[in-house]
């Protein structure tokens, strides 16, 4: 079955603090797997996706297909990185829909 | 420039009515998306398009019945609404199915 977990509702750390949310797929093919990032107020937007391997706003995701994980990091978390995050799976096929987590409150304090 | 639109922005009815939220895309993409976000923030797919045709249809109540006129635009019409449809609905496009996604600003259904 095709599932994408991230067991935490809600992660609260201090400003500065390391930030990592966790991420966890059940895929038989090879994944392709996404962040998407909600703001207070605004529409949901893709973060990065890892195909791209790239850094957006100092977050990195590395895909471990042997834990089949695809964890969100952050060295040093900013008050402005509050908001929603959801990781997705593209599924195969035809329809190559988003599979989404059920999304992990991130809660930056001062 | 606003990419994807939603129209309304709130939308607040009583049980037993007939609703429609719409949505437009300006990117010249040829895959919409309806998502529902219910009140615990989960997001779940509910409907794609692919140049009007469709091609992702989850279990979703048949009271809920998408329409597209043209690639540009996807809009939801949903018949006799109930209390667990209020929720918050995302329209998203992309170029292709299962290409990058771009979400409007949501529709929040509220039903009384």
């Known amino acids: 079955a095709q599932r994408v977990t991230q067991p935490e509702k809600l992660l609260s750390v201090f400003k500065g603090a390391p930030v990592e949310l966790k991420c966890n797929y059940s895929?038989?093919?090879?994944?392709?797997l996404f962040w998407y990032v909600q703001y207070s107020r605004q529409r949901l937007q893709l973060l990065l996706r890892?195909?791209s391997r790239e850094s957006i706003k100092g977050f990195t995701a590395d895909l471990n297909k042997g834990e089949t994980s695809f964890h969100l990091k952050k060295p040093f978390a900013q008050e402005e990185d509050s908001a929603m995050y959801y990781c997705?799976?593209?599924?195969?096929?035809?329809?190559?829909?988003?599979?989404f987590g059920t999304g992990t409150l991130l809660a930056v304090q001062p | 420039d606003t990419a994807v639109s939603q129209t309304p922005k709130y939308l607040v009815t009583q049980m037993g009515n007939d609703k429609s939220i719409k949505c437009e895309q300006n990117?010249?993409?040829?895959?919409m998306y309806w998502y529902k976000q219910d009140s615990k923030k989960f997001l779940k797919i509910m409907f794609s398009?692919?140049?009007?045709?469709?091609?992702i249809n989850e279990t979703v109540p048949n009271r809920f019945s998408p329409k597209s006129p043209d690639k540009a635009h996807l809009n939801l019409h949903i018949n006799s609404l109930e209390l667990g449809d209020s929720a918050v609905y995302f329209c998203?496009?992309?170029?292709?199915?299962?290409?990058?996604?771009?979400f409007g600003p949501g529709t929040r259904l509220t039903v009384t």
């Open positions: 990117l010249g993409h040829d895959t």
């Open positions: 997705a799976l593209k599924a195969g096929g035809a329809t190559n829909k988003l599979i």
């Open positions: 998203a496009s992309s170029q292709e199915a299962g290409s990058k996604q771009y």
């Open positions: 895929y038989s093919g090879s994944p392709e």
């Open positions: 890892h195909i």
């Open positions: 398009y692919n140049n009007k045709e469709l091609i």
